[in-house]
């Protein structure tokens, strides 16, 4: 079927792991996917923490100026001297964690099993996880472990190459 | 009407699109699939997803606040 058989192919580079970042390569993996794609994900660096079990993954304002939440009509940025406090990170993430539910975008954890679902090939940075010590068994099951290799293998023959 | 309706009011960006794919794969060829959405960014994304997978958007409209898709799955 057509729909099965684009015979197009998008390789993306992952390598941040904070909630913000984590949607671009996800939200664009998986509608590649459903648009008949084949799909490659090389994780690497922080990249890697989105494949982890456990997802604990947040967000700071720390540092960038061009993140202003919505509230009750206005936008409101948090200055970087109130940033660097303890406490504003949890802060600024529960607030995009109930932004996200409130919007009915999808949470990371449910595009990440769509992706597995839509057979997006994962592939682990060996480096990576040897150098931040994280072990396959901390990870989800599906991707398979390789180096930069692997993805120029895959990054010459896709139609489609982002970093990310 | 639709062979299939499938309910994506509410959702966002893409979360559209991959329910319609997974619906479209249950339906035989030539089915239709109707789906309903509140997602502005649907309407160019539905024209996109089907040039782009070789399905047919027969027509969109809008009831209410809802935009209404009719896909049939040539893919």
């Given at each position: 079927m057509l729909?099965?058989?684009?015979?197009?192919?998008?390789?993306?580079?992952?390598?941040?792991?904070?909630?913000?970042?984590?949607?671009?390569?996800?939200?664009?993996a998986?509608?590649?996917?459903?648009?008949?794609?084949?799909?490659?994900?090389?994780f690497t660096f922080y990249g890697l923490h989105l494949l982890k079990k456990d997802l604990n993954l947040k967000v700071s304002t720390l540092g960038n100026p061009g993140m202003e939440m919505p509230m009750g009509g206005m936008h409101m940025?948090?200055?970087?001297?109130?940033?660097?406090?303890?406490?504003a990170s949890a802060l600024t993430t529960n607030m995009m964690k109930n932004l996200i539910k409130k919007k009915g975008v999808a949470s990371i954890q449910e595009l990440r099993d769509?992706?597995?679902?839509?057979?997006?090939n994962m592939i682990a940075c060996q480096m990576t996880m040897d150098l931040f010590e994280i072990k396959r068994e901390d990870m989800i099951d599906g991707p398979s472990v390789g180096g930069a290799a692997s993805w120029v293998e895959v990054a010459t023959k896709s139609d489609i190459n982002l970093y990310i | 009407m639709a062979d299939m309706i499938l309910d994506a009011k509410g959702l966002n960006c893409?979360?559209?699109?991959?329910?319609?794919?997974?619906?479209?794969?249950?339906?035989?060829?030539?089915?239709?699939?109707?789906?309903?959405?509140?997602?502005?960014?649907a309407v160019k994304d539905f024209e996109a997803f089907c040039r782009t997978t070789g399905n047919e958007l027969v027509e969109h409209h809008m009831d209410g606040n809802t935009y209404v898709f009719l896909i049939r799955h040539t893919g």
């Open positions: 729909d099965e058989t684009n015979a197009k192919s998008m390789s993306i580079i992952v390598t941040k792991g904070t909630l913000d970042w984590a949607y671009p390569p996800f939200i664009l998986t509608t590649a996917a459903a648009m008949g794609l084949d799909v490659t994900m090389f940025a948090m200055p970087n001297i109130m940033a660097a406090l303890p406490g769509l992706a597995i679902e839509a057979d997006v | 893409p979360l559209p699109i991959l329910r319609a794919k997974k619906a479209l794969k249950e339906l035989p060829s030539g089915g239709t699939l109707e789906v309903q959405a509140t997602d502005p960014g």
